[in-house]
């Protein structure tokens, strides 16, 4: 009877609590999100199940838990903590991605650039509300809107914040479609809508081979801080338009890509036990979240119609909003809202000139923040 | 659809009301709201912590190292094809003679035109996903 009481004792059962509860409720409806919405599949799904799994109570002393030293979700989240996952992504992102249509208009990137606003402003409101400028980086960086890049700088400047800066990230790309059309609508007016712009020039074999390189050198020579994460993006990228290394191309874009995301996704649901999770801290986070898009959108929409004042052949202002990286939803978004307004526009391919400057931008922001937030000389 | 991305927006919009309506209620600094700002671990709301921090500064240089970066790359892609048209003159880019083989090859097999371009197609509707 005695090991029974102490079986017992030992239950998830006894020793669930109401906000571990409401986590796996949570859990839960970020894979009905996924499966019924169809919402980022590939990312709340892996999250949903880890935000359950991170729930479960367990004893003290089994090391089963993400946080107790040597049990195995701790080494799936070494992944995390130390930053290797999220470099892995961006080399399959690398692989996949087509800078064509950049090479093909280079003005364009700087709406990439712009839109890197959401990331300060949010970084200055962080700090108004009380968090210390480390937290404050790894917050303003979601405004980046890339899932890897906010998950590798908190893991580096702000690992105690990094499941609720990980969510936010994840939830508000796959809300682009809902906070991004409001906010081009209101800056733009229809004839700015109704731009149509001139097709993308052919870009030759040996551009696309020398951009990832020289690429590289350019941003990491200015911020070092990005040489992780835009070393794997120009690797990956030069593995594809290389074109003798096929083979490698296509695993980094496929089944690598595949496999981390699964890691990720999974280790980071993981990390967020409600203890840890369920503060107000997490509020505020995802409030600011909420506010870095809805900037970054503004800003690269409003640098477009700047841009236009110089410009004799006009862009249209839409694809400023898809400067805020999102790859390649918010690209999407600016070709729906485009296409509303005249179904003869088609804006796609203009659009993910700035949506893959944004990737680069948002990964120079991020080390930048990291340089100068680690920094001894600043503050703290 | 539209309908639930509404009322998931709205959810995380309450979220932000609540947790940025806390200022106003910070304003008075009261004994109270101090032990609970340090119990949560944050100083209490107020624009001194962004001068403190040098924010302002932070913000103001790093975003301007972002645009330098991306306005020397955007030059860079400006001036590259001009420096490849003149070398062009040297080194002209080659055509791989599997390309010129596959094309003779696909003009005599309409068929093999269609299978390739439903293929090129299915590829490209799965495009990067991040």
Known sequence: MEILDKFLDTTGLVNLEYTNALMIVIGAAFIALAIIKHYEPLLLLPIGFGVIVGNIPTTEGMSLSVYDPNSVLSYIYFGVSQGVFPPLIFLGIGAMTDFSTMLSNPKLILLGAAAQLGVFITFLGALYLGFTPEQSGAIGIIGGADGPTSIFLSAKLAPELLGAIAIAAYSYMALVPVIQPPIMKLLTTREERLIHMKPPRVVSRRERMIFPVAAFLICTLIAPGALVLLGMLFFGNLLKESCVTERLAATARTAMIDIVTILLGFSVGTSTQADRFLQEQSLMIFGLGALSFAIATAGGVLFAKFMNLFLTEKINPLIGAAGVSAVPDSARVVQIVGHQEDPHNFLLMHAMAPNVAGVIGSAVAAGVLWAVLTSPAVPS | ?130
């Open chain 2, 1 to 130: 659809m539209p309908r639930f991305r509404l009322v998931y927006a709205t959810v995380l919009s309450c979220m932000f009301w609540f947790a940025t309506s806390r200022p106003a209620a910070a304003a008075d600094e009261s004994g109270a709201e101090l032990a609970e700002s340090s119990s949560r671990g944050l100083e209490p709301f107020s624009m001194s912590n962004i001068s403190n921090a040098s924010g302002y500064a932070t913000a103001i240089v790093g975003l301007a190292i972002v645009f330098f970066a991306l306005i020397v790359v955007t030059l860079f892609i400006m001036v590259l094809p001009r420096i490849l048209a003149s070398i062009a003159t040297i080194l002209p880019e080659e055509v791989a003679s599997h390309d010129i083989a596959g094309v003779a090859a696909a003009k005599d097999d309409p068929g093999l035109i269609a299978a390739i371009g439903f293929v090129m197609h299915a590829r490209r509707r799965g495009g990067p996903d991040g």
